[in-house]
């Protein structure tokens, strides 16, 4: 007798879903499933159904199986009324008052099979999901693909229109605005993009057509044209917009299409082998293919039009950089409850990882990203990601250490530039918020979308799937009967590098257990801290260094020096802030490029502690912080890199720029501590020719404070 095939990493892909409005097959998000006969998914996308689940279908794409929804219980804390207001009002689209609402995560309740929709639901639905057309006088209305839409465009400026047009979807949602006056189209928005690139990106976009509507306007300008001015003119800008569209047919043509993935050949991206005018997009999109994404999901993921970044890609695939590979699509032979994490809480900086399902594709999505902090309204659970993800992969799982820790919510549409260009904010929120619309871990009642008894508190396999839905339904569940859990399937899963070439998909689980284990060895450093640091003080009567506490008063004359830990390997650059006040910004060390090199975990070393010039710089170095004759405090930030930062602080005016940011961002970081934020924040207005760095980098910055009397 043959022995059984043993299950994959592929496994996984059978409990993710995508949740799917079937009075139009739109598909509004992602799921996976959770627990028993319930999927998880963001509480944004459901509450417009609140009334009518039946509405509302799950289908896992991986197995096939296609389920109805009987109930929706929304997390306790979820303000649905605001919720429901907020997505009855007509605003751009993806609103970002939805995304960032407090504790956005929803459990469905599935049922084995699609019931019979009423004959009357279909206008109800509409009804209630569609908000009202544009208020006011419309002088031009129709509906329009994205060639079309130059011809309205260059017809109103021709008539030197004064006044609106907005492009809706079959809702009257605001897919995108665009503001004229006098002859010219002056203010443009497109989902989180603005002016000239939110041109670019909607005519390069895969939306065939929408209705419009013209509406004039006699104010000055519209009140939401809070932000600069196009500086283009018209004319240029639909023929550009024109000639990326049609080049972009032949660019997708020529990399065979959009199913095509981009896979990294290299662990770092090499910006001698991009040439200058591609750097910053190249960086941009590198950043997004980690390790692998399909070219169809990768154009809709990112802020740019689709041909600047298949143009990025060219150029890193011409360097060797990234190539281009076929995948099959997804697909498994079990729908198993994912693993959830018991702590969920992550540190600023560590690595996360999505998965998902391309409803445009059809292939597996798998991207790595970090922690940035926490979110800034201050929401318990809360936290913002680098993941930049399309749209409809809203609610899809976040996984580290082989469990799930947290839900993709999307883009912080109001936070773009927010942290430095080449960086897209996304939300997500702790695993332990669905755990709560669960009943796992609270004694509160569950919001419900109807009346029905409470979840019981059972384990997630697949037995319990199966009777789930034989309660629901009284018919047997189409889910596996398996005997594993995904638990035990992750102990035999293959165990890679993240930056050996994905041959397939089925690894990857082992891949990510891999890599975090790998951190394993050496003893955990305080949550987010690269570095730490001891003070040495050298007093102007003594001729030795001794160590002192953190909130020692130095004096006049004082000569410091820091003990340095190293928790990860990094390269490490010491900025000085000075409270004197002829004296700038600078930075302290490396002292000349040759001592600019990676210093591996464990590693202990003294800085500043020589004389030395800084080759070809003419910058003398220090060996010990003097502290000035000045009342006040010096301000030390210590920068720890995976790459080299000593180019970019070679540009002109860089040490000033950068401590100016720092200053800004570590306020509120208590002396010894650090965070992390993305090189693109900390150089955010230092100008440049050429591309130094990688503006997603993840760089964390140890803030020490010195504070001293006039003697």
Sequence with gaps: MEAPAENTGQEVLGSIGWLIDRTNQQILGSVWLADNSKAITCAHIAVPFTNFPEALQVKFPATGIVCGVKEIEFHPDFDRWMA????????????????????????????????????????????????PPPQGETIVSGQAGRIELTSVLQTLVNARNFGTLVLLDERNHILARLFLEDGKLTHAQFRNSRNEEAIYRLITSDIEKFPFHFTPQTQTEAQWCTFPPIEKSTAFLLMEAYRRMEELG??????????????????NINFELVPDDWRPLAAYVWNCVNPEMSLGCLTRALSLDAYSVIGALQTLCASGQIALEKRDPAAAGASLPLEMADDSHLAAGEDVYALGIDPKTNLPVIMRGFIV?????????????????????????????????????????????????????????????????????????????????PVKEAAATPAAVSQGFAE????????????????????????????APMQ????????????????KKVPPPPPGQFLQAQILRQAITSEKFTKVADNTEFQNGDIVRFEVKVFENCHIFVLLKSAAPNQQPRLIYPYFQDQDVSFSKGAVLTLPERNSERSGMGKQSIAGLTIPNAKGREEIYMLASHSSLLGAFNIENAEQIVADNLFAMCQEVAHGSALTRPAGAIFHGLMSQTQVFDPMEKINILCLRLSHQRP
């Excluded at 397939?504 to 951190?519: E, H």
């Design 373 to 453: 902090e926490e979110f800034w309204q201050g929401l318990d659970q809360h936290q913002v990601t680098s993941i930049s993800l399309p749209l409809e992969l809203a609610g899809a799982p976040l996984v580290k250490d082989g469990a799930v820790i947290g839900i993709h919510c999307g883009p912080l549409v109001q936070e773009i530039g927010h942290y430095g260009e080449g960086f897209e904010p996304q939300l997500m929120i702790s695993v332990q918020a669905a755990q709560t619309c669960l009943g796992l871990n609270t004694p509160q009642s569950i919001a419900h979308s109807g009346s029905y008894p």
């Design 472 to 499: 629901n339904t009284g018919e047997q569940s189409n889910f596996t009967s398996t005997s594993e859990t995904h638990n035990q399937l992750r102990d035999r899963m293959e165990t890679r590098e993240l930056n």
């Design 84 to 131: 429901k207001r907020f997505a009855g009002q007509s605003q751009l689209v993806p609103a970002f008052e939805l995304i960032s609402q407090a504790q956005n995560v929803a459990a469905l309740k599935l049922v084995g099979s699609l019931k019979q929709l009423d004959r009357d639901l279909l206008p109800r639905v509409n009804a209630a999901l569609s908000v």
């Design 504 to 519: 397939a998909f089925s690894s990857f689980f082992g891949s990510i257990k891999g890599a975090v284990d790998s951190f």
């Design 250 to 267: 032949n660019m997708l043509e020529q990399a065979g299409g959009p199913n095509m993935v981009a896979v990294r050949r290299a662990a």
